[in-house]
């Protein structure tokens, strides 16, 4: 594919120093390659970090669905940045469509880096000692190959449905010039979900949680998220019962939680990737000066409890009533210098609340405590709900979805998944994008013109 023709060189770049000094009685100081990148374990190292590094793409998704979604509305500052976006009048090409069609090349670069690292991984000399660390990188990138792979399927192919031909085109050797065509979904998902079954059984037990890779517990957070959108709801609460029984990452309330987001805690984060000084994710939305690009739609706004931390932990005032995206406005390292917080508990609730509801003996009782657990831990003086159908209570967990992963790359693809349509307020967008009814050909994005020219296999979207 024409996006992945430099992926070897940056990958190779990203082991430069680590392994240059090793080979210069080898080879001639100048000519460096993919055999002399890859000598040992701590190459290896180098180029799984580069991995994380490249998964910043998901940033794509977290600014795109906030877009075409009703979380969001064109901010006081805004100069045309996701203007048409928001409009809904994207296509396929890069002026018009850069927002939406952005994630395409983003994942599947992260993809070929996973897979020029998986290629070497086997080959290079590890001691004894070693053996335990060479298996959890291998895991790790199996992780991060599979995610990528279900982030492609869930923006660029229609809802689940195994037989579909059009799902994305599974990679899993680092081929530069390949011109692979579309699997079926069902394929992509076979091969998402068998990348991490065997990422999590690589991964040794004796590993100790963190949330900066992929580890065992995240793994099977991904597991659940992704049975959730196949419509898998008995695999569903069973990974989201795993998460949360491991208890690494608790939910908490109050300024605890606050703290989340100007990275004074990483408590509820269960993988994020970390910015020292990059506004990446800040700056999406209000620049460094403080302009608003981006803003809180009053759908969202007005949706809070004045007691509910999320109010202020998500949405700023700038002293005048307009309102600005908090959850990556700044932290101690500086403005808009905020972690992208991927994967948190609070999704695992909602996901084992949902699917509870779901499946084919609902269990409403659980459902019910999971929302209700939920809530307490955000809304001052709350009251435990109950619901007197599984149809109220899953149109309360679809709330509380809106409400708690807010700008957090879910609202648009919920939306998708449930045959809902956007609907935003008048106060949001004008009357003529208010509305992208369900089922529109727009809740698939087109397959990038680039991919398209360069790849006579590729199929473009319909409507596109």
Not at 122 to 151: M, W
Not at 214 to 231: D, E, S
Not at 299 to 322: E, M, Q, T, W
Not at 332 to 338: A, E, L, N, W
Request: with cysteine; hydrophobic share 40%.
């Amino acid at each position: 594919m024409k996006h992945t023709k430099t992926i070897l060189m940056l990958a190779v770049a990203a082991v430069l120093f680590s392994s240059c000094k090793k080979d210069l009685n080898q080879q001639p100081t100048d000519t460096f390659n993919e055999n002399n990148a890859f000598l040992n374990l701590n190459d290896i190292q180098l180029a799984t970090n580069e991995a994380y590094v490249r998964y910043g793409a998901y940033a794509n998704d977290m600014y795109t669905s906030a877009l075409v979604s009703d979380e969001a509305k064109i901010g006081l500052n805004n100069g045309g940045q996701g203007a048409l976006t928001y409009r809904f009048q994207y296509n396929s090409d890069a002026t018009s469509g850069g927002d939406v069609v952005g994630a395409w090349g983003a994942y599947y670069t992260v993809i070929s880096q996973c897979n020029t690292v998986l290629g070497k991984i086997d080959n290079v000399t590890i001691a004894a000692s070693e053996v335990e660390r060479k298996d959890e990188l291998k895991g790790q990138l199996l992780a991060l190959r599979a995610i990528c792979h279900f982030g492609l399927l869930q923006s660029y192919s229609n809802n689940y449905n195994a037989a579909d031909p059009l799902g994305v085109p599974v990679v899993l050797i680092a081929y530069p010039t390949a011109k692979p065509a579309r699997n079926s979904m069902g394929e992509v998902m076979a091969q998402i979900e068998a990348d991490l079954t065997t990422a999590k059984s690589l991964i040794p037990n004796t590993v100790s949680f963190t949330d900066t890779v992929m580890n065992k517990v995240n793994i099977a957070a991904y597991q659940a998220r992704i049975a959730l959108y196949k419509g898998d709801y008995d695999a569903a609460v069973t990974y989201s019962s795993e998460v949360i029984a491991a208890n690494e990452k608790p939910l908490v309330s109050g300024s605890q939680f606050a703290a989340i987001w100007t990275d004074d805690t990483d408590d509820e984060v269960l993988f994020r990737i970390r910015y020292e000084t990059s506004t990446g994710i800040g700056s999406l939305w209000t620049t460094t000066g403080g302009d608003i690009y981006i803003a809180p739609s009053d759908k969202l706004f007005n949706s809070y409890d004045v007691d509910d931390v999320r109010l202020s932990a998500y949405i700023g005032d700038d002293g005048s009533g307009n309102h600005y995206v908090n959850k990556f406005f700044e932290s101690g390292r500086g403005g808009r210098i905020v972690d992208m917080k991927a994967c948190r508990i609070s999704e695992m609730y909602l996901i084992r609340a949902e699917a509870n509801a779901r499946k084919a003996s609902p269990d409403l009782t659980s459902a019910t405590n999971d929302l209700n657990e939920l809530r307490t831990n955000r809304i001052d003086f709350y009251t435990p709900a109950s619901f007197g159908s599984a149809s109220a209570l899953i149109d309360a967990i679809m709330e509380e979805r809106f409400k708690e992963l807010a700008f957090e790359g879910f609202r648009f693809f919920d939306l998708k998944r449930n045959n809902l349509s956007v609907q935003r307020l008048s106060t949001d967008a004008s009357a003529a994008w208010q509305t992208l009814d369900a089922g529109n050909f727009r809740f698939v994005f087109p397959i990038p013109n680039d991919e398209l020219l360069a790849n006579p296999a590729m199929v473009q979207n319909l409507g596109y």
